[in-house]
């Protein structure tokens, strides 16, 4: 199975563009979904399918996923996307999560 | 909206059992593949255990193979995780979790609240 690799932290001032990334061997050939999760709530699914957003997730929220690396992308950051975030791919019989990368908005 | 209520948490001792259920409402569960996934305290997500919509496809991480048992009962619209010989690294909030209906890969589309289950003497 996949063994993904995120960043354990990643910073950023509000209205700048972070990149959080997923790493993992051939991680291009499948799909990536991406989770949101903020202190004492569940997770809140913003990507899947590597590039898609699910209705209600504003358009600032973008991914990308090729050859060994996948990437979500925040544009124009705000003070509300400070959260946890996970990357999650799945291998026919096994979901393999990132180890979450925590998104600080100076 | 979709509703995923779990139940059945608590305080256990190692080496003994818990059923965990959930209880799901406002869609079609018999269409919908399910998950469990827990997280430790300050800890990341780690997927458990997978069931298909009919339970023809049953997959467990390596980490509770054997010991754990994941079921559904589409009548009733519930999902159950069955955990025998529990240890303190068993210790996690556990998320009920839905498949999305895109057809292809997983993607988790919904979540439960999460019921905490300690294990500990």
């Known amino acids: 199975s996949y063994d993904l690799t995120q960043p354990p932290s990643v910073s950023v001032s509000p209205g700048q563009t972070a990149t959080i990334t997923c790493s993992g061997q051939?991680?291009?050939?499948?799909?990536v979904c991406w989770y949101q999760q903020k202190p004492g709530q569940s997770p809140l699914l913003v990507i899947y399918?590597?590039?898609k957003r699910p209705s209600g997730i504003p358009e600032r929220f973008s991914g990308s996923n090729s050859e060994n690396t996948a990437t979500l992308t925040i544009s124009g950051t705000q003070a509300m996307d400070e959260a946890d975030y996970y990357c999650?791919?799945?291998?026919?019989?096994?979901?393999?999560f990132g180890g979450g990368t925590k998104l600080t908005v100076l | 909206e979709v509703q995923l209520v779990e139940s059945g948490g608590g305080l256990v001792q190692p080496g003994g059992s818990l059923r965990l259920s959930c209880a799901a409402s406002?869609?079609?569960?018999?269409?919908?593949?399910m998950n469990w996934v827990r997280q430790a305290p300050g800890k990341g997500l780690e997927w458990v255990s997978y069931i298909s919509s009919s339970s023809s496809s049953i997959y467990y991480a390596d980490s509770v193979k054997g010991r754990f048992t994941i079921s559904r009962d589409n009548a009733k619209n519930s999902l159950f995780l069955h955990m025998n010989s529990l240890r303190p690294e068993d210790t996690a909030v556990y998320y009920c979790?839905?498949?999305?209906?895109?057809?292809?890969?997983?993607?988790?589309?919904?979540w439960g609240q999460g019921t905490l289950v300690t294990v500990s003497s």
């Open positions: 999650q791919a799945w291998d026919s019989t096994t979901v393999v």
């Open positions: 051939k991680l291009g050939d499948t799909f």
């Open positions: 406002r869609f079609t569960f018999s269409r919908n593949a």
């Open positions: 399918q590597d590039t």
């Open positions: 979790a839905r498949e999305a209906p895109v057809g292809t890969a997983m993607v988790i589309d919904y």
